[in-house]
């Protein structure tokens, strides 16, 4: 009788990326939500890894543009550009407009000094931003590592879980991060990058294309 072939599905599989050292399951699994999350599987496999596609300064603005200066909504360029003006000049929320259009919600947050104030100070009443930023700014205030604890056991206990799954996320990654070959690192920032500039041009084209077949 002929042998029957072996499932591919436990077949093992290809890493994605690279390692210097060993991952342990917890960096496997957080590497693996983390390529799935920001949607960069396939530019990993694309992606070159003999050399930095971008330089320190594109790698910059692009990911500035990500982030701060392109259309979540299908706005034009033209229209968002438009709309950052206007959000930055308002003296009024529109309640409607920022429960339904996420980039004027982004840019009032963002660019509205009014409104920028008052989530600024929302921000600085709870007790989790107040805390995130006490450890991010431990050395410079001058906080031990032990006195930190302490502050954060008067916490809620929400507070500290949040808190310690926050940290315990980024310390799981960096981890794994630094055990990556430097051919899987440059890989890494190149696919992160591809996805990024692709967001940006179909975020740019939607409103383009809806435009001409109207």
């Known amino acids: ?64 543009k990500w982030y ?28 409607k407009r920022y429960v339904k259009d996420a980039d004027y919600k982004d840019l009032m947050e963002l660019h509205n000094p009014l409104f920028a ?26 906080i031990s590592d032990d006195q930190f604890k302490k502050v954060l056991e008067l916490c809620d206990p929400d507070v500290q879980k949040s808190f310690n799954d926050s940290v315990f996320v980024d310390k799981l990654l960096r981890g794994a991060f630094k055990k990556l070959t430097p051919e899987a690192s440059t890989r890494l920032d190149n696919a992160i990058n591809r996805k990024m500039r692709r967001g940006i041009e179909q975020r740019e084209s939607v409103r383009r294309k809806d435009d001409e077949e109207a």
Do not use: C
């Not at 591919?8 to 994605?16: A, M, S, T, V």
């Not at 991952?23 to 050399?51: C, H, R, Y």
């Not at 701060?68 to 709309?83: N, Q, V």
């Open 1 to 64: 009788m002929p042998k029957s072939k072996e499932n591919p599905e436990q077949q093992p599989q290809e890493p994605l990326l690279e390692t210097t050292k060993k991952l342990s399951p917890e960096e496997e699994a957080m590497i693996k939500v983390f390529t799935e999350w920001s949607g960069i599987e396939d530019d990993l496999k694309a992606a070159p890894a003999d050399q930095k596609e971008l330089s320190k300064e594109e790698d910059t603005r692009l990911a500035h």
């Open 68 to 95: 701060f200066d392109s259309s979540r909504a299908g706005h034009t360029p033209e229209e968002y550009k438009a709309l950052k003006q206007e959000t930055s000049n308002a003296l009024a929320l529109d309640f």
């Open 117 to 142: 104030k008052i989530l600024e100070d929302e921000r600085h009443s709870a007790d989790y931003a107040f805390i995130m930023k006490m450890y991010e700014t431990r050395g410079k205030l001058g």
